[in-house]
């Protein structure tokens, strides 16, 4: 063996992840790839408008308002530039707070766009082009649905939460955004990764605003990493694949050749799914299958005896504990079955509405808690993560039954929101923040991104411009209609 081929042999994991990451160029990323960028960060910046208005962001940027310092980056809503690693923060947790953008689930959960602010943080301080920051998100996708999918059982699966994946996928992304050398993006992994371990409790039992905080965190730590990797600290290079890293750790069994086969060849992003209920994802598939039975067959509250919901029994064991039969926080609601299925029943509809606490606790809701029950399936456990599916069954109190069994959620790439349903998504959630004049003309730069000559431009556009207006979610309701299909394409 020659020496060359000797230092390959040794090469690890984060060395191979991050040269690939440093050479990608936007004339290497798909014309599909491209287009799937958009279509994610239209509703990425969506989501984050809604979350502008939440109560946990409102929090996190007057806590940021005392301790951020100047910088380059621009926060969504308030327009101001506060450092890179603080917008990120941000950012982040506007887009995730109401757990409605992107979803991915094989082995594990995750939400790609969740690292969008770190390339557009790093971008702005690179003061790059919109090529640059779609680069940033496909690479967000690509690591962050491949780690998802090394792993046998996930990362969830063994107790621990994925921002736990997210501080090795934000690293790449922000180094890369920020034209670090490979050894750079390495390093910045290490950095990230190796004090940036999440644990499941934020996800189980009752729940927290930590349960949409730790992702962005996760991808706050990614920038914080890269800043340092820039300036020349460095960090564990075996942190994947050597003595006491991810995979010694977190065993039983990883497939790491998953990581780096085929880089290049095709793109994840093109797999990922978007949520169309703000919901935690396994509950989509059940409430789509509800508010089909219910308004095919017009059901109503007072004349359905029991629903039962037959799913995975990570659906009954986090979604169905005592606490989501009582859910009396956001955060627990909608991760919480009997009550979505509940609000379903009860309002035909489950948007950011139902979400507001005089909602959570409306009576005529609560009274239906108690019908739900979920069991957990074997035969459908042998077929996810490739299908999604449920079994609904509801029982009426003079002893009609209805079952409508679902493969998977209107969102999955399978089943895909059209461009009109993610810009009618987007208005919903934009209305209060931005002025339909506004929002026409971040839309119209978010599909001609690759052509955008400054991304601070671009975050530019998505200042505020409505100002003593309450929240309005009529367009959300109004356009809450279930079993719609629609087709990509604009």
């Known amino acids: 063996m020659s020496a060359k081929e000797a ?44 979350g502008y208005q939440q109560h946990d962001v409102k929090i996190a940027l007057e806590v940021l308002d005392e301790i951020a310092g100047r910088g380059a ?20 947790l506007m887009i995730r707070c109401m757990d409605y953008n ?64 997210t501080a090795f996928v934000s690293p790449i992304v922000a180094g890369r955004a920020l034209h670090l050398s490979w050894e750079q993006i390495q390093h910045a992994i290490g950095i990230s990764a190796s004090r940036q371990c999440t644990l499941g409790a934020v996800t189980a039992g009752k729940l927290t605003m930590m349960k949409n905080t730790v992702d962005p965190m996760a991808t706050q730590s990614g920038v914080l990493a890269a800043l340092l990797a820039e300036r020349g600290y460095t960090g564990p290079e075996h942190v994947i694949d050597g003595k006491e890293g991810l995979t010694h750790v ?27 209920f703000p919901t935690e994802a396994l509950t989509h598939a059940p409430i789509s299958a509800v508010l089909d039975l219910v308004k095919d067959n017009d059901l109503h509250p007072d004349n359905v005896e029991k629903i039962q919901i037959r799913s995975l029994a990570r659906a009954a064991d986090i979604l169905s504990d005592p606490s989501k039969y009582d859910p009396r926080t956001k955060e627990t609601a909608d991760h919480s079955l009997p009550y979505v299925i509940a609000a379903a ?18 009576p005529s809701i609560r009274a239906q808690l108690k019908k739900v029950e979920v069991v957990a399936d074997p035969e ?12 609904v069954n509801i029982t009426t109190t003079d002893g009609r039954s209805f079952t409508k069994q679902l493969d998977y959620p209107k969102g999955d790439p399978r089943n895909p929101l059209s461009d009109q349903e993610i810009e009618e998504k987007f208005s ?34 998505m200042k505020a411009d409505v100002k003593g207006k309450k929240l309005s979610w009529a367009k959300a309701k109004a356009k809450a209609k279930t079993g719609a299909h629609g087709k990509k394409g604009r």
């Open 7 to 50: 230092v390959a042999v040794e090469e690890t994991i984060t060395a191979r992840m991050s040269r690939w990451a440093a050479g990608l160029r936007f004339q290497d990323v798909s014309k599909d790839a491209v287009y799937e960028a958009k279509r994610y960060l239209l509703d990425s910046v969506g989501c984050a408008l809604g």
């Open 73 to 92: 980056a621009t926060v969504i809503g308030t327009g101001k530039k506060i450092d890179p690693v603080s917008a990120s923060l941000a950012n982040a």
């Open 102 to 165: 992107d979803i991915y689930w094989k082995q594990d959960p995750s939400h790609p766009s969740d690292i969008f602010p770190a390339a557009m943080a790093a971008c702005e301080r690179a003061r790059s082009d919109g090529k640059e920051l779609i680069v940033g998100f496909v690479l967000g996708h690509e690591f962050e649905m491949r780690l998802c999918e090394a792993g046998f059982p996930g990362i969830r699966e063994r107790g621990w939460h994925h921002a736990t994946l």
């Open 250 to 276: 977190f065993g039983p069994e990883w497939k790491l050749n998953l990581l780096t086969d085929g880089l290049g060849d095709s793109w994840r992003i093109t797999q990922c799914g978007m949520k169309f």
């Open 345 to 362: 029943l009860v309002d035909r509809q489950v948007t950011p509405v139902q979400f507001m606490m005089e909602k959570i606790m409306d």
């Open 380 to 391: 459908i456990e042998k077929v996810f993560p490739a299908l999604q599916r449920v079994v």
């Open 428 to 461: 919903a959630l934009a209305e209060g923040v931005l002025s339909p004049g506004a929002q026409r003309k971040l839309k119209d730069a978010i599909w001609n991104l690759e052509k955008a000559s400054s991304v601070s431009k671009l975050m530019a556009l």
